[in-house]
């Protein structure tokens, strides 16, 4: 199936390949840089969402195809799985673009690109978003490089995990949260909700169905003990749209009540009240450590997915905010941990001017710096790192841009 460019502008073409909605998110803006960078003289190709293609990026196919859960139905779709692979890479090398983007999904986009380096090793492939090498199957950093030319990272610490592994060159462009940093922080006036009663308590039991359902009842027996040491609380439960009624149900028989927020706006408005955070482990822990909410985090898995993942697992920590911050001051219980009295005795204490609380706001003060913010935005800083390893980026677009990556 061809694929039209999004215009006849001559200029750079760029192929984007996204493999699930994640990558679609971070492909939106990233166009949008392109085109700022370029003057529009840039055209596309691509695999992505409704994101990318309300940037004029149609998709060879429905990312639907790819969304595939549980091992039965890998197996199941495998054959349209690999199809879908081929044709992706077959449009590549057809399209002969000056250079090839892969975005996340590592066990689709790097299959893909390993077949396009196989058949046209002319055209610069850049993986935006650097797969976990640093926390399991290391040996894939240094697969890599036979097939990936630049790695552009969310995390700061990134870059130099790659180079101890062998892997390809990275550059750290910045996580895609920094740009939601007003959403998330404070505005003027507002900063006096954060102290006072009742206090806001955010509860993040996870996106996906399986985590709702092995953390929300043990969340909510964890919120009634922290109620009857503390006293009244306002919790707060941030849901994706298409799961806000199974997180509705969840929430419904606990012992204090909750407000399950869906849109938008509204849990931007409450992560800037939030006094602290009960969250499963996951990217939230990230979003709560840059709104400056103090936190507890916690996570289960079924005991097959806890002796894999022991096995598997090379970090000490699997919360983001300890890793970006090089320290252990978010609290984490994993597994037999995870328990209502031990979320409770260490989530309580957060709701007070405590030393638990202290620490963690002074470490969360640090991370401006440690991850950039207030520089480059995050799309802006990969198109740079694109153009230049197409080798596109002239002199006067360099000369427009506030610093290099």
């Known amino acids: 199936m061809a694929m039209s460019a999004t215009s006849a502008a001559p200029g750079p073409h760029i192929f984007l390949v996204a493999g699930e909605e994640s990558g679609d998110r971070l492909g939106a803006p990233l166009i949008a840089a392109l085109r700022r960078l370029c003057q529009d003289r840039v055209h596309f190709s691509g695999v992505g969402g409704a994101q990318m293609a309300a940037q004029g990026v149609p998709s060879l196919f429905p990312l639907g195809d790819l969304a595939i859960i549980g091992i039965g139905a890998i197996i199941a779709r495998l054959p349209a799985i690999l199809r879908r692979i081929r044709e992706t890479a077959d449009a590549v ?67 130099a995990e ?27 006036g507002e900063a006096a909700r954060r102290l006072a009663d009742p206090p806001v308590l955010l509860v993040l039991p996870g996106s996906r169905s ?113 890793l970006v911050l090089g320290e252990m001051v978010i609290p984490e219980f994993l597994q037999r941990a995870c328990t209502a009295e031990n979320l409770a005795g260490a989530l309580e204490p957060l709701l007070h001017d405590s030393a638990e609380r202290r620490r963690q706001l002074e470490a969360f003060s640090r991370l401006d710096v440690v991850m950039g913010i207030g520089q480059r935005a995050p799309s802006d800083a990969a198109a740079v790192v694109i153009l230049k390893c197409a080798k596109v980026l002239n002199q006067p677009a360099r000369e427009g841009m506030a610093s290099g990556p």
């Open 93 to 159: 090398i057809a399209a002969k673009p000056d250079v090839l983007v892969i975005i996340d999904s590592p066990e689709f986009t790097h299959r893909v690109a390993r077949r396009v380096r196989k058949r046209a090793p002319w055209i610069p492939i850049v993986d935006y978003v650097c797969p976990s090498v640093w926390a399991w199957r290391p040996g894939r950093a240094k697969a890599m490089r036979s097939y990936v030319d630049h790695v552009l990272t969310l995390l700061p610490f990134e870059p």
């Open 162 to 188: 790659l180079q101890r592994l062998g892997g390809p060159p990275g550059t750290y462009v910045g996580h895609p949260l920094i740009e939601q940093i007003a959403d998330l922080r404070p505005r003027a």
């Open 210 to 322: 399986g985590e709702i359902r092995r953390l929300a009842a043990l969340f909510g027996t964890t919120v009634g003990a922290v109620a009857r040491r503390y006293g009244a609380l306002d919790v707060v439960v941030p849901a994706v749209p298409r799961l806000a009624e199974t997180v509705k149900a969840a929430v419904a028989d606990w012992p204090v009540k909750a407000r399950v927020v869906v849109d938008p706006e509204e849990k931007h408005a409450a992560y800037r009240a939030a006094r602290a955070a009960l969250a499963k482990s996951g990217t939230s822990t990230l979003e709560l450590a840059l709104a400056g909410i103090p936190m507890v985090a916690a996570y289960k898995v079924s005991a097959l997915e806890e002796v894999i993942g022991r096995t598997l697992i090379k970090i000490k920590t699997v919360i983001l905010g300890n």
